[in-house]
């Protein structure tokens, strides 16, 4: 049998309807931003993988240092032992970050490293004797699948038949000229029970890369900051560069209390999540009282493979080079986005950074479930171009070492299919 055979008999897969859709494709290889079958027809991926790869595939520097660190330790409770790829990581990361981010607390994935940090700001009032349980979020939001990261993430289909188990949140719009003002009241007369402000940065990705300004976002953040509202910055798809600066939070002049990383945190080789804090809510915790302790972890926190891969991740990520590749990228979304903003088929073009969004016009059929998305994807798909359109909305986003030509191919199918489809 194939692998494809092989795997229809055993697996489920995410975010797929089993009954009709199409046969997963059985990758076999990768190498810089492309994908190869077991046919050997090759796909650039042109999403990242899920946003996750920024530096290509199989990259023999993360891959040495990965072989090197199994060689020595595959493993350790991270509950009363350490190591030093886990201390190492967060002595580096937190350079790169607000000063006001001190202490680092390991996961396994972007929606665990939420549900840590909503844990973190409920409890930090618990301890304190105050009983602030309500969450603030921006409508359309995601943040991830488990049932905390799913309850202040937007109300959708992904999330409707757990409705009813989720707990309250207060959905705002994100902050605009026009609405800022009545924001700021709404935060204002919720405050003594608002427990944090929990946001996606500039991009709120999996509602169809729609984007907003960082100027309201940090008058917002102000108003939060003067009103005693937690803040939690969701950088698990926004970091390590995917806006042109390294976390979008570069773009912000206040500072959140507490940020969440994963997708990039290891250059993408594999699952690793991170949520750091303020040494004021650190300090919250630290008590004689053992019932004030943080009660969270996981089997493989702070794992030493995953800690290295996201060290050599970290050391890729800091060379003059990846930067320089991010504004080649910046540099040609924006040529191609005023190339085809005025198409008749193109309802908005929207680009942050790396980011690069297109809308296509649908009337008034926009959601995620529009029968157009299928056929743009295997469209792609069948011209060897990895695309996995939002409903009507296709985006592109690349890691950071994919070619000129390889970007320009993507583009040029991109106007193929203006054209045909």
Known sequence: MSLTERDLKVIWHPYTQMKTAAPPVPIVRGAGALLFDEEGKQYIDA??????????????????????????????????????????????????????QQKAFYSDNGSTA???????????????????????????AYHGDTFGAMAVSGRSAFTRAFDSLLFEVEFIDTPNKENIQSLRSQISNLKSDLACFIFEPLVQGSAGMLMYGADYLN??????????????????????????????CDYLNVQPDIMCFSKGLTGGTMALGLTTC????????????RLKT????????ANPIACASALASLDLFEQPQTAANIQRIVNAHA??????????????????????????????NTSYFSSLRDKLYHYFLAAGVILRPLGNVIYILPPYCIT??????????IEQALQEI
């Open 294 to 301: 943080l009660f969270h972890g996981h089997s493989f926190t």
């Open 404 to 413: 000129d030509d390889e970007l320009q191919y993507v583009y040029s199918k």
């Open 335 to 364: 040529a191609f986005a005023g190339k085809i903003k005025h198409h008749p088929k193109i309802k908005t073009v929207r680009q942050t950074g790396t980011i690069l969004a297109m809308e296509w016009e649908t009337g008034d």
């Open 219 to 248: 008058e917002l953040m102000a108003h939060c900051k003067q009103e005693g509202v937690l803040m939690i910055d969701d950088e698990i798809f926004t970091g390590f560069g995917r806006t042109g600066k390294s976390f979008a």
């Open 114 to 140: 939420i549900e840590v940090a909503i844990k973190m700001c409920l409890q930090y009032w618990n301890n304190q004797g105050q009983q602030r349980t309500k969450i603030l979020a921006f409508n359309n």
């Open 47 to 100: 999403v990242s993988s899920w946003w996750v790869n920024i530096h290509g595939h199989a990259h023999p520097y993360i891959a040495q240092k990965v072989a090197e660190q199994l060689q020595k330790l595959e493993h350790v409770i991270f509950a009363g032992f350490t190591h030093e790829g886990a201390v190492e990581l967060a002595e580096r990361l937190l350079i790169h970050l607000p000063d006001n």
């Open 278 to 289: 303020t040494q004021h809510i650190y300090d919250a915790f630290l008590s004689d009282d």
